[in-house]
């Protein structure tokens, strides 16, 4: 009992003992106004408003301090206190700024408000490397609420999401907090350690919210907001904005700040609208108000977010810095409705330091030890936007919620309710055991209903068991899957074991092994369900399948960043397989089935010999440039749009029982993906290899191409498929060259016509090109229109596609979705 004494004694004195100046900033109605900028005069230490009003500024000593008081719409307070007693309370009401245009603005015969804009843009390069370098502390704090949410998802329970929704199904879903330290260099390096981290119901769960992800410098032509968004003082703004001079003011230091409304051109561009405020003479930001669509920035969840951030100036370093950033968002899909906002404060600045190159490395995010481990007399020190009333009471009732929810009581009466069998889990069931972090169950799933002439109709059970390890992804899961063929009557079972190691390097070892019926081309390039309508509906059967008895062992690891290995070793035995059925719902008398032979598909031959062989493939994947975020126990991969991922391949077959099986093969693959600034994202995809001693392997051991022959597509970007070329038609047992190419303009050209651009379609150019030693090289052309469907459903996608092959060879339309 003394012990515990002396410890809530020695925490009260070390709460006290931190010096506060508290106070709410309102309005001349007395309305609270939330996110005021507080700053102590000539530094960069402040705090800001919560919701309510209220702030909290924590200063080291008892002294005099002057206080500015700054918010966009009202004017500068500056306040000069004297601290003599612990906390000290100073409350500040704000009148609001009258805003004016002047006589001469009013007469000029230019718009004024575009020749603010044009030497703005004039300066824009200068203000942009004014900082060169900088080190700050940062604290970020995220929350997301939901409305009305429903009991499920797409058939799948969603609960009350960790304790976050009352009894109408609305609350809050995240809240979290981040302090951190980190250091800037021009012209994109940016490196963040965090110190401290919270999560709502989760003490030992790591926020997601960070520098990097809220790094937006309108200085930049564009800035990156899930779409590349055209900055309004980008060199190129003219072309996609109108701009209109609300009025002038005067800040605290007499600088003349002009209020200028941006206005958008088009209605889809990849713009903001709202208001930016720019000081007279320098041509800098003195703060922005902008609003985007999800439409605009390619986030179709999203209905609007809001970005606001404020600015100030050092007189040490000439130059205005941000001190404060927040996005406010609403969000509604599936029928889910909700809002949020991160806020985030930037302080205790140093400029243009000594850092270098060498001083950041690709780590961009890394976490102290303990960093999640910090109670609440830390985080109510040192966070500077105090928590709004139904902050406090989410942290502290998930607090609590968590403690009773990670009971073994709690977890095994949510496990007894949830595993009682249903008649609706007849296709499919789970068994929960949530304190031992293990789950079994079956899945009948409705794809596994499928048709191919050489098994008939299908169907299919699935059994899995899957043990969590521990808190850090380590995992051993082990899964079976049944099939039966109604045709051939045959009923082929795999397996497979998997454990994962970590979630570091991410080393997966998995053993696998059984019976199955494959595609020859084992990216299986023919869906299921394609397959299954083509021929029911119109006799084609262009899937060709043959059976595979195997026992794989396969194993993958990062080895250092950016350099992934991937191994597989198998013992196999291949037999061919025929056709057992012509069965069609509408058969027509000039059209029949063709067989299961992809070399001759009219001949009832075998494509190959019944036979056993070994198989090994060894992989590195090196994603050039990539950088990643440390967590404790964890590491999460980022890669670099600047830069291609190399896959470098050597895959063998030996041991064959025919000899003439044997090969060996080497192949490469390079693509990327990546943004042209305002002008759409570019794609590319080049494959190449070379056969050795394979004049005669078996086919399903060639090069196979990916090609589509019913017209319809479910890729999301056709870099890695022919769409207008048979699935084997130029397959390969000697050397390749594979190359795709496409651009989406992302409404860079169809957004700048009139009546096209209220659409909101988008322009997508493809060529695509195969050389191969024994055929003329193949070229495809394709000029579609992406984007197309309506409000936030936008999952369709058309295609026209002309082919040359010495020569035309025929054009095709291909009809896209991506929501499936």
């Known amino acids: 009992m003394v012990k515990k004494l002396l410890c809530l004694t020695f925490i009260s004195l070390f709460y006290f003992s931190s010096a506060q100046i508290t106070g709410t900033v309102t309005n001349n109605k007395g309305e609270p106004l939330p996110f005021v900028n507080i700053l102590i005069e000539n530094t960069y230490k402040g705090t800001t408003s919560n919701d309510d009003g209220y702030y909290e500024l924590s200063v080291t000593e008892k002294k005099a301090y002057t206080l500015i008081y700054t918010y966009l719409g009202y004017k500068t307070v500056k306040k000069t206190v004297n601290i003599t007693t612990i906390p000290f309370n100073i409350d500040i009401i704000l009148e609001e700024e009258s805003v004016s245009l002047s006589e001469v603005l009013l007469e000029s015969e230019e718009n004024p408000a575009n020749a603010i804009i044009r030497q703005t843009i004039a300066k824009r390069k200068e203000n942009l490397e004014k900082i060169q370098s900088f080190k700050a502390d940062f604290y970020s704090r995220g929350l997301i609420r939901i409305k009305d949410a429903p009991e499920k998802i797409l058939g799948q329970e969603i609960g009350d999401l960790g304790g976050g929704l009352d009894s109408t199904r609305s609350g809050i879903i995240y809240l979290s907090e981040t302090i951190s330290k980190i250091q800037y260099l021009r012209p994109d390096r940016l490196k963040e350690n965090i110190t401290a981290s919270k999560v709502s119901g989760d003490d030992n769960g790591f926020s997601f919210n960070n520098a990097q992800d809220v790094d937006y410098n309108f200085y930049n032509n564009t800035v990156e907001f899930g779409n590349q968004i055209v900055s309004p003082i980008a060199n190129n703004a003219f072309t996609y904005y109108r701009y209109k001079l609300e009025g002038i003011f005067y800040d605290e230091n007499g600088n003349l700040i002009n209020k200028i409304n941006v206005i958008p051109k088009r209605e889809f561009d990849p713009v903001f609208s709202g208001t930016i405020y720019i000081v007279e003479d320098q041509w800098t930001l003195y703060a922005i108000e902008l609003d985007i669509t999800g439409t605009q920035a390619r986030i179709p969840a999203a209905d609007i977010i809001s970005l606001k951030q404020s600015f100030s100036y050092s007189k040490n370093d000439d130059l205005w810095a941000l001190i404060s950033q927040s996005i406010d968002f609403k969000y509604g899909i599936f029928g889910i409705k909700g809002d949020g906002r991160f806020t985030a404060v930037y302080s205790n600045y140093e400029f243009n330091t000594n850092l270098s190159q ?32 139904e902050e406090r009471t989410d942290y502290s009732k998930k607090d609590s919620i968590q403690i009773v929810r990670e009971s073994k009581t709690y977890l095994d009466s949510v496990d007894r309710e949830k595993n009682k069998f249903k008649l609706g889990d007849v296709l499919g069931y789970t068994y929960n055991n949530s304190y031992k972090k293990y789950s079994l169950g079956f899945d009948i799933p409705v794809s596994g209903v499928q048709f191919n002439t050489v098994q008939g109709f299908t169907t299919e059970l699935n059994l899995f068991y899957t043990k969590q390890l521990d808190e850090f992804r380590r995992y051993f899961n082990a899964n079976a899957s049944i099939q039966y063929g109604f045709s051939d009557e045959r009923l082929r079972a795999t397996g497979s074991l998997r454990y994962k190691f970590n979630n570091t390097s991410r080393r997966f070892l998995t053993l696998s092994g059984g019976t199955k019926v494959e595609q020859f081309n084992p990216s299986n390039p023919i869906s299921p369900i394609g397959n299954t309508i083509a021929s029911l509906f119109f006799e084609e059967n262009y899937m060709k399948l043959y059976e595979r008895r195997f026992i794989s062992l396969s194993y993958s690891e990062e080895l250092f960043n950016g350099f992934s290995l991937f191994s597989n070793i198998s013992y196999e035995n291949r037999t061919a397989l025929f056709n057992t059925t012509d069965q069609a719902f509408y058969p027509r008398a000039d059209q029949e089935y063709l067989t299961n032979n992809p070399i001759n598909p009219t001949s009832t031959d075998a494509p190959f010999e019944d036979h056993n062989i070994v198989k090994f493939n060894l992989s590195a994947q090196i994603n050039f440039g990539q950088k990643y975020l440390s967590y404790p126990n964890s590491k999460f991969n980022i890669r670099s749009e600047k830069y291609p991922t190399l896959v470098l391949s050597y895959e063998k077959g030996l041991g064959a ?120 090289p193949y070229q495809e052309f394709t000029i579609g229109i992406d984007n197309i469907g309506w409000g936030k459903w936008r999952f369709l996608r058309f295609d026209y596609i002309r082919s040359y092959q010495g020569g035309f060879q025929g054009d095709a339309i291909l009809f896209g979705l991506k929501f499936f």
């Open 657 to 776: 029982t025919n000899s003439d099986y044997n090969f060996d093969q080497i192949k490469a693959r390079l693509y990327q993906n990546f943004s042209i600034a305002d002008k759409g994202r570019f794609s590319y995809n080049i494959r190449a290899g070379k056969f050795f001693n394979a004049d005669d392997i078996a086919f399903m051991d060639y090069q196979h191409f990916n090609g589509n022959q019913i017209n319809v597509s479910r890729r999301g970007n056709y870099t890695n498929v022919f769409n207008n070329l048979g699935y084997y038609d130029l397959s390969t047992n000697d050397s390749y060259l594979e190359m795709h190419a496409e651009h989406d303009f992302n409404g860079f050209i169809l957004g700048k016509i009139p009546g096209l651009n209220k659409l909101n379609f988008n322009l997508i150019l493809g060529a695509h090109n195969l050389s191969t030693p024994d055929n003329k």
């Open 358 to 389: 060498k001083d950041f490395s690709a780590e961009i995010v890394s976490f102290d030890n303990e960093a999640n481990k910090k109670d609440s007399v830390f985080w109510k020190q040192i966070r500077p936007v105090p928590l709004t009333e």
